[in-house]
């Protein structure tokens, strides 16, 4: 079936239309890049680095870090460059591809936090078989497994929605091409793609959502009826906080956003949300991680007293 798509380009009107904003939101926006880039990149570099890191818990904390830094690097330089021009322009393949590798990012994310919760579990609840269940080849098999199913949702998305007819005006309220942003604008049939949407994307967004729940329920249940030490039950608490702070940070905004119908008043109110999750979530990771991790702490403060 041919592309019957006409418009060649889309025009990304971006966080705000008030022009006095864009020179303040550059300079907030590329600090938040930064961090986010020297952040994640840190802690990527100590998990590699350091042999007392290397266990299936930092495992995982490396591919999210590398995650962030890609996920924030699909949309945050695009935004930039936007802030300064007044070409404000993307390709049509520009945007698919973007849409493409943010929902890969984002949907491997997900996925990715369902895992890491599951590796807490079994930590906790199952020490004695802790080693022998997330051993090195089951955690990589996870890994790739995430990575892989991420990248084929995402191909869906990206294959479903270039197959559409754009015949009308090539403005997208939003600061990077997302599905439904795309969809407000289509002219044909857009049944099949707001069922994928539906679906698909609130599957893999609710599915590890409520998976990553139920292990922390099942966690707290067993520590306190199993656990008689209070030592041990603030050490295993304090370890699972971090991630569970992650997880409500990503989720949240994640759900409201893909399980919600859009109103014609809600582009706004989406662009705030998805500022969230692929701006705001990414800067707080390492933060969290870091502040409330003595392992990773020592690592870094070992890297800086090595380079200086």
């Not at 491997?108 to 599951?118: K, N, Q, R, Y």
């Not at 084929?152 to 997208?172: D, E």
């Not at 604008?185 to 539906?198: V, Y």
Request: overall charge neutral.
């Amino acid at each position: 079936m041919p592309n019957q798509t006409s418009v060649t380009e889309f025009l990304l009107l971006g966080v705000t239309d008030i022009q006095g904003l864009q020179p303040f939101l550059f300079v907030l926006f590329l600090a938040i890049y930064f961090v986010i880039v020297a952040g994640n990149g840190a802690i990527l570099m100590v998990v590699v680095s350091d042999p007392r890191l290397h266990s299936p818990m930092y495992f995982f904390l490396g591919n999210l870090s590398c995650l962030d830094i890609c996920y924030s690097t699909v949309t945050l330089p695009k935004m930039l460059e936007n802030s300064l021009s007044s070409n404000k322009t993307i390709s049509f393949l520009g945007c698919i591809s973007q849409l493409h590798f943010f929902h890969f990012l984002g949907s491997t994310e997900a996925m990715l936090l369902a895992v890491m919760a599951f590796d807490h579990f079994v930590a906790i609840c199952k020490p004695l078989h802790y080693t022998l269940i997330m051993n090195h080849q089951v955690c990589t098999q996870m890994a790739v497994t995430v990575w892989i199913t991420g990248f084929f949702h995402a191909l869906l998305h990206s294959i479903m929605t270039s197959r559409l007819n754009f015949c009308g005006s090539n403005h997208i309220h939003h600061f990077f091409c997302d599905i439904k942003p795309l969809l407000e604008l289509a002219c044909g049939n857009i049944e099949l793609n707001q069922w994928l949407l539906n679906t698909v994307t609130g599957t893999i967004a609710m599915g590890p959502f409520f998976l990553t729940l139920f292990s922390y329920f099942y966690i707290i249940i067993y520590l306190f009826f199993k656990t008689l030490s209070c030592s041990m039950l603030h050490k295993a608490l304090s370890t699972c906080a971090s991630h569970f702070m992650v997880v409500v940070l990503f989720f949240a905004p994640v759900v409201f956003t893909y399980t919600c119908p859009t109103s014609g008043n809600s582009m706004d109110q989406d662009r705030i949300i998805a500022i969230m999750y692929s701006v705001v979530t990414p800067v707080l990771n390492p933060l969290i991680y870091t502040l409330r991790n003595k392992e990773v702490k020592g690592a870094l403060s070992k890297l800086v007293r090595r380079r200086f």
